[in-house]
């Protein structure tokens, strides 16, 4: 009879979609800005993006057979966690890098806290603020044959001028995945039009990072730069394909706009007023931080049940 009662964490929704399908989608979407992020930097960045993703499902295979539990590589999360992450590197780590950072994702990011549906931030990006938190050097190397000069956020942080032409196309250095916003946003209308993502998320997040730059940013209404703002670094990347993870993200529609906003107004505040030119990656793991308050503050109330007052809270 135990047999029969699956427990499994929440949201409880009902949909005829499957882990499997959705991981898929996102893979095929991934493909486009991976394959620009290969012609961009060369097979460097494919063998990094290769070794991140044999390592995340080496390292869930591995554990689920260590720990005799049933092992769901099958699921192909542990796949698109080490494509994001072999995404979020720069072409020039050593290649131990995108091992160790994989091995940290899935084992003490996933894993440990239960396994897919249960941890509490994104993995890939977590293991991203790990490698740069360990190894600041090497993850802020992007130096290569192509490029030798900062990259454009860096650049305009700086104050110097930037081709925000070259940076929408991708012809720019940085880290492998995020330089094309056109194949980012490409691979983004796939994940749209299937409908494994809708826009409330990304819209608000994206949205919202202008409003702060426009006011905040220094430049008034000049639209060069917030371009180069909105094409730049990891927005695209992260607003489209990490802040939309269903288990780290909220699940109620009014949550997913304050949580978007939320990420917009931090993105806005580490480009702007912090030491460094990007903040994605720490914008979306704080927010991750904040789903559980944001859910608690924006759950429907049930039919009929009459917001309580203050008093009645109180007691």
Known sequence: ???????????????????????????????????????????????????AVISAVATE?????????PVTVKDYSALVTGLLLGMNLPCTVPFWVPIMG???AILVVKMLFGGLGQNFMNPALAARCFLIISFPKLMTTYVTDTYSGATPLAALKAGTSVNVTDMII?????????????????????????????????????????????????????????????AGGGL?????????????????????????????????IFRIFGTGAEGVSYAIIIGNLLVPLIERWTLPRAFGIPKKSKKEAKA
Not at 61 to 69: N, P, R, S, T, V
Not at 243 to 260: M, Q
């Open 170 to 230: 991708g012809k720019v250095g940085g880290v492998i995945g995020e330089t094309s916003m056109v194949a980012i946003v490409v691979g983004a209308c796939i994940l749209i039009l299937t409908g494994v993502i809708d826009l409330r998320i990304p819209g608000s997040y994206i949205v919202s990072f202008a409003v702060f730059v426009l006011i905040f940013g220094g430049h008034g209404l000049n639209l060069t730069y917030l371009s180069a703002q909105l």
């Open 61 to 69: 295979f591995i554990y689920e057979k260590l720990m005799k539990k």
């Open 236 to 268: 695209m990347l992260g607003a489209f394909f990490m802040a939309t993870d269903y288990t780290t993200s909220p699940i109620t529609n009014a949550g997913k706009y304050v949580y978007g906003i939320v990420l917009g107004i931090l993105t806005g």
């Open 1 to 51: 009879m135990d047999e029969l009662r699956n427990v499994s964490s929440n949201p409880h929704v009902r949909s005829g979609d499957t882990t499997p399908s959705i991981m898929m989608w996102v893979v095929i979407a991934l493909c486009l800005p991976a394959a620009y992020g290969i012609y961009n930097f060369g097979w460097d960045a494919f063998i990094i993006m290769l070794l």
């Open 102 to 104: 994989s091995i940290f």
